[in-house]
């Protein structure tokens, strides 16, 4: 579904003068994102198939050790097989810029599409479940770890949910970047802030930080500073007021804080395709996989719009992408949507027909989620933000207030002009107890007036650093 180089893409920003315009083989059409790995180009090759091209910034000539795990873990992602993922297609490392390219996926990230057309719900978000529950589980029957599963590596395509940059962060881990621990906080396991034990359980609490962030346009450890969504993710338990059922069960079993606790990828699938109530017969990884797929990937039923997606409970007449024949075709024959997996509290599934679609096709416009125009491939978003439902942007009166209490704007604030009350005491009487009493007094009045003053008009949002 990557298209050619000739076909319009959208969210692409034009190369820089310090840009390369051909790596390898690849042509560089354009920008797609930039992040702390390095940039991601849209690229094609030589049959002018468009391509996904990340340079890495991360010198492997001088490192063999670094060289050599960043060519076995990019090694063992591109034997993933291709069920809901992005396939990483090639990767040069034996030069000065680094680059991995992988397959051209043409959609918005669940991020930028949360962020734009507010949260999931009912059918759309179950199947974003079940799609990306089948990435995480042939990947890590490949053996790799993402190490960084957030919604920015989501990409929605007009063919279901796709995962990107899966073993990148893993390849790049303490060799490339050591002192460091790589990830986006708010989607990180508890172990990876003590870098230990890191392995496919940290994933799995990522997707389920990932699926909580789809159903409310907030984490669930929300998206405060980064050492109070660390205490958050450690120590208290996760805000999911926006999931019920079965899916809210799964994802808080998934949000565990001992990793030994939570279920594995291929556990996780099978509960959601509802195959756990029968451990005597159980259902082979290869067909769960390819069951997920269908699933994920379940074609819109005409008449529906992305409105309904979004608006009815998950049965298997549910919407996905919508796919336009350029000229209709009377009495075409019909097929059976692939069986969607539904949440056990919803109405019982209807088996629909759908027609045929021509071979001559335009482009398909990921619907499920109700976006109004198909977005880019957009790699690297900025933190969450937007606009959210409004039951989700009002935050409780107590996270409000822990919010506020620890601003640095208000402490700084507050410590300011406490110093100026000090200096305006101390002058006229030259003592220094009657400067501190003044100092004192305006930095205690100054502090509590800013904070009750935030509190009332904070509106629940989420805050700048998400990341």
Known sequence: MGGTAHDPVPDVSPLTGHDPRTLGPYRLLGRLGKGGQGVVYLGADGSERRVAVKTINVDLQHNPKAKAQFAKEIAAARRVTPFCTAQILYAEIDTELPYVVSEYIAGPTLHKQVRDHGPLADNALYRLAVGTATALAAIHQAGIVHCDFKPDNVILGGDGPRVIDFGIARALGAETMSGHVMGTVPYMAPERFHNVDVGPACDIFGWAATIGFASSGRGPFGHDSMATVMARVLSEPPDLDNLSGTLRELVVDCLAKDQQARPTAQQLLMRLLGHEATPAAPVPLVEALQEGSDAATALLQPGHDSATATATAPTATAPQ?????TAAQPAAPTVTAPRLPTDPNAAPPQAPTVPQPSATRTAPQPTAITPQSAGGHDQHSP???????????????????????????????????????????YVPSAQTSTGAVVGGGVLVVVYLVRLFTAVALDDGAPGPAER
Request: cysteine-free; proline content about 6%; glycine content about 18%.
């Open 321 to 325: 992408p919508t796919v336009t024949a």
């Open 383 to 425: 933190a969450p933000g937007g606009r959210q439902s409004a039951s989700v942007g009002r935050a409780s009166r107590s996270r409000r207030l822990l919010r506020q209490v620890g601003d640095p704007v208000g402490i700084a604030t507050a410590l300011v002009l406490g110093a100026g009350g000090f200096a305006a005491g």
